[in-house]
């Protein structure tokens, strides 16, 4: 059973940075593409970055697109969302996610961090 579980999330002013981690469990790390996700209060959860099985590939939502970075650490089975340039609207839990490469929906997913942006 693959588990993944987050870390990092907290409070931080506008224009700060935070990074948030992802330790992934019961599975070999590198079959698995992975990804963030948020949720807002009130709002729908939506993609914010994601990293392919091999590392070759990230992809980010136009919201976040040059202030956050997605990356892994393999040795660590680990994926980290480095966030910069936080803004009030980044406000959310934080879900990592993954699925067996070449899959096409999340097939597993952590409890979630919060990351609070104030103003």
């Known amino acids: 059973q693959v588990q993944l579980v987050e870390s990092g999330g907290g409070l931080v002013q506008t224009g700060g940075s935070l990074r948030l981690s992802c330790v992934v469990s019961?599975?070999?790390?590198?079959?698995?593409?992975k990804g963030w996700f948020r949720q807002a209060p009130g709002k729908e959860r939506e993609f914010v970055a994601s990293i392919n099985w091999s590392g070759t590939t990230t992809n980010y939502s136009d919201s976040v697109k040059g202030r956050f970075t997605i990356s892994r650490d393999n040795a660590k089975n680990t994926v980290y969302l480095q966030m910069s340039g936080l803004k009030p609207e980044d406000t959310a839990v934080y879900y990592c996610?993954?699925?067996?490469?070449?899959?096409?929906?999340?097939?597993?997913w952590g409890q979630g961090t919060q990351v609070t942006v104030s103003s």
């Open positions: 996610a993954a699925r067996k490469r070449g899959g096409t929906d999340m097939e597993y």
């Open positions: 019961g599975g070999t790390f590198n079959k698995y593409d």
